[in-house]
């Protein structure tokens, strides 16, 4: 990510395909939305599949950017602006991949809990989830949970996310989680949950699948668990 190059410079139409999904792989990187449009443009003009496209240029520089806010190397001002430049590609790139059936990894509700209005964090996972290619039905914040039910019936997801950052906020998780397990319909889905006072053992106490301390966890905790989900 050298300061030299000034990016004004590039002309993205002239580069060779693997360079074009390097410099997007930069650009995704730091966060520069329109070239990441164009680049995606020119790839599809260029005959490049959609998923082809999200999967080697988007996806993985997106993971590049997750091992990097993962080990403190990037902030999270900086992956919202890389989350939102991978969302400008995948504006160009969502109606052609439900032409072709494409099927997302899986399909995640996610929502910050009853009572609480904080959702960056919640945004930022979101934003990743999509980036690794989930789809995700953003349900905002201050959930009752009859907003979860609603969204479980009406998406049947694979995955439910709850996000709390008040400690008076949290216990909420148990009692949406509870109701899954009254209704029978707890084991039809993962949930995750998530936010700055909680930690491991609340996780297990109140019943989730696993608690995620930061984006880039989340995301790799739904992959894996949505394989061994599927093997199974």
């Not at 890389?82 to 790139?93: D, P, Q, Y």
């Not at 009853?114 to 349900?139: C, P, S």
Request: aromatic share 4%; hydrophobic share 45%; with cysteine.
């Amino acid at each position: 990510m050298s300061d030299d190059t000034n990016d004004d410079d590039i002309d993205l139409s002239s580069l060779p395909d693997d360079e074009l999904v390097e410099q997007m792989k930069d650009d995704l990187y730091d966060g520069l939305r329109e070239e990441i449009v164009e680049g995606t443009n020119i790839l599809l003009e260029r005959g490049w599949a959609a998923t082809r496209v999200l999967d080697e240029a988007l996806v993985e520089g997106m993971r590049i950017v997750g091992i990097d806010f993962r080990d403190g190397i990037l902030f999270v001002p900086e992956v919202l602006m890389s989350a939102n430049a991978m969302k400008g590609g995948m504006e160009v790139l969502r109606p052609l991949l439900a032409e072709t059936g494409a099927k997302p990894i899986g399909k995640m509700v996610i929502g910050t809990v009853k009572g609480d209005i904080h959702d960056i964090g919640k945004n930022l996972v979101a934003m990743m989830m999509e980036g690794a290619g989930f789809e995700v039905i953003d349900l905002g914040i201050d959930n009752a949970v009859e907003n979860y039910l609603e969204a479980i019936e009406q998406h049947q997801p694979d995955i439910l996310g709850m996000s709390a950052l008040l400690t008076t906020t949290m216990p909420y998780m148990k009692v949406v989680i509870d109701t899954l397990v009254e209704k029978g319909i707890r084991e039809d889905f993962i949930v995750l949950v998530g936010g700055a006072p909680l930690n491991e053992e609340f996780g297990k106490a109140v019943g989730a699948d696993a608690y995620c301390r930061d984006a880039a966890v989340a995301v790799e905790t739904a992959q894996t668990l949505v394989a061994q989900r599927r093997a199974a």
